[in-house]
């Protein structure tokens, strides 16, 4: 599909604090005991051909963020794919007329700076008896009038975007409304679906956007797509699922993608929303618990790096702390922000996804085949990838034994290597960013193993990597 440019934006000077880009961006209290050659340089989203993660841009439907508040720190984030939320409620005020002027803001400023977007079709619509909620957990459109109304808003909103939207995804998490049963999802994902594709036939569509990762729920719901003959409607099936380990998901992941094979050989299962607090929450996913930007950090890290260790995209929930009003301020945005929608904080989880999304791009590939051995006094994730084009190699390792932590000393692990050529490693930590000179006499080269003796190990991701991949 050829995306039409949209209007030329001016880039103005960020409002809120400004991102620091020295090499000590990323402060942690993490002293490895090697010695630091080097820090990885950010890179604009601008600057990579494509990776495997949307940053989420939540919430502007019901205005509890604000997109020109956070818009400049989109770029310098380095990821390219943004997910928004369409706002039925907010677009139809008066029925039967339409004003995407609020959407057109952001999705032209968007399409200036270069991102994709992805655009999700929720949520009810009050002016409308049985029209639903116009919030979370809202209800769909019931009534014979207002389900009228909703296909004609789709229909509006498909129109109006095309050129400049190719993928779309359905209402957000509908299965937290427990009167939506499989039998109500279903359906309602056939009928906007197919809406979306008469208006935009090559549009590139994710199905169900389920709260849940249970494989049963998405077992139940395929089954009804496919007797209707209707999953190649869709390109994707999203699943969210949070977990205070993010590692103990990967299960379900799994079954989540055998499951999707019994239907379809093409659509592929896409994590659609996750991310982490940053302090103690009451409400939403992940809420009371101790959580600092320190184990935000982490914990982000994991999700990216587990997702992309097991073949499926990945979303970075949120740019930004949204106010959810009635409720509370959600605190999972990468940047601080006040209850008015000020920024006033780029927090450590900021520098943390731009290290990681500055190192994984497209160029990597990951090596399938057991490669790696680590021997740990707790269990650990593992992960080896290779450069396309020059064939250097990284492992990325970590200890997923628990919930991230505060705690940013390291215990030693014994790292085996086969067959993966590391001619000039160094030691890198994700969450920092800091580039470290590993010593000789801790590598040992013997036939096709090499051992890593000693390496610094703790519960955020760190690397082995050739150090030319890193540092030019």
């Known amino acids: 599909m050829v995306i039409t440019m949209c209007c030329i934006v001016s880039f103005a000077a960020v409002a809120g604090p400004k991102i620091d880009t020295s090499p000590d961006r990323a402060k942690t209290a993490l002293n490895p005991g090697l010695k630091q050659i080097g820090s990885l340089q950010p890179r604009r989203a601008n600057e990579i051909s494509g990776s495997n993660w949307t940053l989420g841009c939540e919430t502007l439907d019901r205005d509890f963020a604000d997109y020109q508040q956070y818009k400049e720190y989109i770029v310098p984030l380095g990821i390219k794919t943004i997910r928004l939320q369409g706002g039925w409620a907010k677009t139809e005020k008066v029925k039967g007329k339409y004003d995407f002027t609020w959407l057109d803001s952001i999705v032209d400023d968007a399409c200036g700076r270069g991102l994709n977007i992805i655009l999700e079709t929720d949520y009810g619509n009050t002016n409308y008896v049985g029209g639903g909620g116009a919030d979370l957990a809202g209800g769909f459109p019931t009534s014979g009038e207002a389900l009228a109304a909703w296909d004609r808003w789709v229909e509006a909103m498909a129109a109006h975007y095309k050129g400049r939207v190719r993928d779309w995804a359905m209402w957000n998490e509908p299965d937290i409304n427990k009167k939506h049963q499989p039998g109500d999802i279903?359906?309602?994902?056939?009928?906007?679906?197919?809406?979306?594709?008469?208006?935009?036939?090559?549009?590139?569509?994710?199905?169900?956007?389920?709260?849940?990762?249970?494989?049963?729920?998405?077992?139940?719901?395929?089954?009804?797509?496919?007797?209707?003959?209707?999953?190649?409607?869709?390109?994707?099936?999203?699943?969210?699922?949070?977990?205070?380990?993010?590692?103990?998901?990967?299960?379900?992941?799994?079954?989540?993608?055998?499951?999707?094979?019994?239907?379809?050989?093409?659509?592929?299962?896409?994590?659609?929303?996750?991310?982490?607090?940053?302090?103690?929450?009451?409400?939403?996913?992940?809420?009371?618990?101790?959580?600092?930007?320190?184990?935000?950090?982490?914990?982000?890290?994991?999700?990216?790096?587990?997702?992309?260790?097991?073949?499926?995209?990945?979303?970075?929930?949120?740019?930004?702390?949204?106010?959810?009003?009635?409720?509370?301020?959600?605190?999972?945005?990468?940047?601080?922000?006040?209850?008015?929608?000020?920024?006033?904080?780029?927090?450590?989880?900021?520098?943390?996804?731009?290290?990681?999304?500055?190192?994984?791009?497209?160029?990597?590939?990951?090596?399938?085949?057991?490669?790696?051995?680590?021997?740990?006094?707790?269990?650990?994730?593992?992960?080896?990838?290779?450069?396309?084009?020059?064939?250097?190699?990284?492992?990325?390792?970590?200890?997923?034994?628990?919930?991230?932590?505060?705690?940013?000393?390291?215990?030693?692990?014994?790292?085996?290597?086969?067959?993966?050529?590391?001619?000039?490693?160094v030691w890198v930590d994700l969450v920092s960013g800091r580039i470290y000179e590993i010593p000789a006499d801790r590598i040992v080269k013997t036939g096709e193993f090499i051992i890593f003796k000693d390496v610094p190990l703790y519960d955020a991701p760190v690397l082995i990597a050739e150090k030319t991949l890193l540092l030019k």
């Open 186 to 425: 279903a359906p309602f994902n056939i009928r906007t679906a197919e809406i979306i594709r008469r208006v935009i036939p090559d549009a590139r569509i994710a199905g169900l956007s389920l709260s849940s990762s249970s494989p049963k729920l998405l077992n139940d719901c395929l089954k009804l797509l496919a007797d209707q003959g209707k999953m190649d409607l869709f390109n994707w099936f999203i699943y969210h699922g949070y977990d205070f380990n993010p590692d103990i998901s990967y299960q379900n992941v799994e079954e989540l993608k055998v499951t999707l094979g019994k239907y379809s050989t093409q659509a592929k299962m896409r994590q659609g929303e996750n991310g982490c607090p940053s302090e103690v929450a009451t409400k939403f996913a992940l809420s009371n618990y101790p959580w600092t930007e320190s184990s935000q950090a982490k914990w982000d890290l994991r999700r990216m790096l587990g997702d992309l260790g097991h073949d499926v995209e990945s979303a970075v929930f949120t740019i930004c702390d949204f106010n959810h009003l009635g409720r509370e301020i959600n605190r999972k945005g990468l940047l601080w922000a006040t209850a008015d929608k000020q920024v006033e904080k780029i927090k450590l989880a900021y520098y943390a996804v731009q290290n990681c999304v500055a190192v994984f791009d497209d160029t990597l590939e990951r090596v399938k085949e057991p490669v790696v051995g680590v021997v740990y006094d707790k269990s650990t994730a593992s992960f080896a990838y290779r450069n396309k084009n020059s064939g250097r190699n990284l492992v990325v390792l970590w200890c997923n034994s628990g919930t991230p932590d505060d705690s940013f000393v390291t215990r030693p692990a014994q790292v085996v290597v086969k067959n993966l050529a590391i001619k000039e490693p």
